[in-house]
């Protein structure tokens, strides 16, 4: 890959940085601090769990879409005009986080917990269809010229392909368990994050 291509390649993905950044430090503004004073202080904060829960598993899970998004762009050495507006796809839906972040915080552990859940759960399908999307137009084999900086059929590409693929499905998964149990959905949402950190692997690895 010439100069000029590898630049484009590094400020496209120096925006996108900044805009996870942004996404994941907007998490926290919706958690409050209660007005309270004395010993009170201390019930109060501990009923404020369910905005923990949905900060750390959406801090997580964004935390785990950059280092993923890291990883593809990695394979990725030149950039045009589609594969920068399914980029901004991507990063549309994770700016949106925050959303259904703050709407699960406040009706956990409430009447419409179930829909909320729903809600976070739907997003994160939506943006696993996103990140298929990306990867799947950047590695296409048949694209003129190639946009990846190695072969498309290197072991690392295929494992990447194979473990997005699925993305999608188990982000389903939460989705039906929202229905039964709304906790029990953001809770798999956050088990996710931590199956997705785990690197690709040429045999069938992992990824987000």
């Not at 990695?74 to 549309?92: A, E, K, M, Q, Y």
């Amino acid at each position: 890959m010439n100069a000029p291509a590898e630049k484009e390649t590094a400020r496209v993905e120096a925006f996108s940085d900044g805009v996870f950044a942004i996404a994941i430090t907007l998490l926290v503004l919706e958690m409050k601090v209660p007005h309270t004073a004395g010993a009170a202080l201390w019930p109060q904060l501990l009923a404020q769990w369910p905005s923990y829960f949905a900060f750390i598993t959406s801090f997580a899970t964004i935390g785990i879409m950059w280092l993923n998004h890291h990883r593809m762009f990695g394979f990725i050495g030149r950039i045009d005009h589609p594969l920068l507006i399914l980029n901004g796809v991507l990063l549309l839906g994770v700016t949106f986080v925050p959303y259904p972040t703050s709407v699960v915080a406040s009706y956990l552990g409430h009447d419409g917990e179930r829909p909320a859940a729903c809600f976070l759960a739907t997003t994160y399908i939506l943006i696993a269809i996103a990140f298929n999307l990306l990867w799947r137009y950047a590695s296409s084999e048949s694209r003129k010229p190639r946009l990846l900086r190695v072969p498309p059929d290197d072991p690392h590409v295929a494992a990447l392909r194979g473990s997005y693929r699925f993305g999608p499905l188990y982000y389903l998964a939460t989705l039906a368990l929202a229905f039964v149990s709304a906790p029990a959905s953001v809770g798999l949402n956050l088990a996710l994050a931590v199956y997705w950190a785990l690197p690709a692997r040429p045999a069938g690895g992992r990824s987000a």
